[in-house]
């Protein structure tokens, strides 16, 4: 890879067409260095790095999950679809780690998008899954391309039954309890944002292993519900509890501007533009809210996506996965 500068050396080594279909995505992930740290360190525990990465997807249970408690229906889930669960680590979103794993996609992310995930992300510990389909198909699509379109789409409406996200929760655009890295790829490069150089080791030599590790999953769950209280993330009760807890604010704020503002918004709070209002005067406000009430809200009623623009790296699909395939077999 190699952009037009005076220095004609590469970025990076050419990356395998078994990792990616996209060749955008193979020349940038060449010099990225969470991408790097952890396929070398796969090299390192296996001979066969690129049909590791094939065969294994990775599943990101965030905080979402974790106060709605669907992490053990997503383990059943995966049991039911034929998939082993064969590592199980807790992480931690931080606004770094949110970042650097949407860094090619969140150009499309608005300003209140990033903002709110913010609230809730680091909120507490995130579970993450490896997972391989118990029986290997020849010529099958990589795991994690398979994975990511059993999950389900981003947008709640567009879910079907029998796809983990519609399964789980069909609460908002952004409360999506799950994600999934897109291809073989991107499952090294998210295991190099999550853990450092031994747990990242300990989580390969798991799932070079191959047991079921469905109980380790689980544990990690039971842990978790003991330390996070269990939330509601539908948007009726969390809209309430909002505009109650403005009115408590109003009280305590002193006669003046702030203070109309936020009663004229909380008394115009009916609709998503009424809403849409409430948080801009509450964040004007500066008041510290309950920061689930605020998420949940304000995902229904704040813009995500930026128009007009294409992320760096698109997502692919099975289909495109099969043409990619059928290329290499004819070379």
Known sequence: MTWDTADPRPFGDDLSPALSCTPRKRALFAADTYFLESYEQLGALTADPDGFLHRHAA??????????????VTVDWLARNGLRIVAAERTRLTRTAVRSLWYYQWNLAT?????LADLFMDSCDAVVLVVRPEADQTGAAPASVVMTERKGPTDPLARVPGQLRYEIGRYSYLLNLVHT???PADVARELGIHFDTARRERV??????GHDRSARARELADQLHAEVPRRDLTFD????????????AEEATRPGAVRDELRAARQAARSPEGYRRLLEAVWRAGLPLDPWDVVIVGTHVLPMKRKGLAPVLDGVGVRDWQRHMARLAAR
Do not use: G, M, T, W
């Open 181 to 183: 890295p897109d291809e």
């Open 204 to 209: 390969y030599a798991d799932a070079l292993a």
């Open 237 to 248: 009760p969390a809209a309430e509890r909002l505009k109650a807890a403005v009115a408590e």
């Open 59 to 72: 599943l990101l249970l965030k905080p979402d999950a974790v106060v709605s408690r669907q992490i053990p």
């Open 111 to 115: 300003p209140q998008r990033r903002r």
